[in-house]
């Protein structure tokens, strides 16, 4: 059981470059997330996608976009890269989404994190 | 709001002694609270998690108690281990917005 898996794991991009991060869950969880966290901050939530089919922005979406392929993947894409975006994703699933869930439902679990350097 | 810094505030604890980890949060309406731990290039993982409807919830060494009169949370780990030290987070699930929001976070050293 493998949990929540993101690739790649390490990631340099020139400025304008684009690319996509890939992110995986096997514990048919129906929420998942992404964030970012930068030095000497918290997580930051880009997107969510509380069920297959539905995407929604967080706090930063400005840059980015996702796609819930199925239940099991959503992926973040930088169309064009830009320094400010240097930071450690992390993407994370949950069985349940929202305040009408029960608590244990929005716990995250979260994947190992991808490093992103965009120069 | 959210608190922003450059460098997270450091709890040094010596092997052994009991921990409490601080966290304010921000929203009187947040319904439910969670404490995660991140250690060194790993993402962050479950530790307890508290309802806005209780003062206070045991695990296994640790404690999370909850002040909403001063929106205060606190986590304490007994009996202190090289194995605790990491960065915690405290995060809290708020009404109407439908996510979860978390602090900047806490590195706890454990002094052997």
């Known amino acids: 059981n493998a949990g929540v898996t993101q690739t790649p794991k390490f990631q340099v991009l020139k400025t304008g470059q684009s690319m996509t991060l890939q992110c995986a869950q096997d514990?048919?969880?129906?929420?998942m997330y992404w964030y970012r966290q930068d030095p000497g901050m918290g997580l930051r939530l880009i997107y969510y996608?509380?069920?297959?089919?539905?995407?929604d922005k967080g706090e930063v979406p400005n840059g980015y976009n996702v796609s819930r392929l199925n239940k099991r993947e959503f992926s973040l894409r930088l169309e064009s890269a830009a320094p400010s975006q240097t930071s450690v994703y992390f993407c994370?699933?949950?069985?349940?989404f929202g305040t009408g869930a029960p608590s244990g439902a929005n716990v995250l679990t979260f994947g190992a994190g991808s490093r992103l350097t965009v120069l | 709001g959210e608190s922003v810094g450059l460098h997270l505030p450091t709890l040094s604890v010596q092997e052994g002694d009991n921990s409490i980890i601080n966290c304010a949060y921000s929203?009187?309406?947040?319904?439910?609270f969670i404490w995660y731990k991140q250690e060194s290039g790993k993402g962050p993982q479950f530790i307890i998690d508290?309802?806005?409807?209780?003062d206070k919830r045991q695990g296994q060494r640790v404690t999370v108690l909850l002040n909403k009169t001063v929106k205060h949370l606190s986590l304490q780990i007994a009996a202190t281990q090289p194995g605790d030290s990491a960065v915690y987070f405290c995060?809290?699930?708020?009404?109407?917005?439908?996510?979860?929001?978390f602090g900047t976070g806490t590195k706890l050293q454990v002094i052997p």
């Open positions: 994370a699933s949950s069985p349940l």
């Open positions: 514990m048919n969880h129906n929420s």
């Open positions: 996608s509380a069920s297959e089919g539905t995407t």
């Open positions: 929203n009187s309406a947040s319904d439910y």
């Open positions: 508290i309802r806005s409807n209780m």
């Open positions: 995060a809290e699930r708020t009404g109407g917005y439908q996510k979860v929001t």
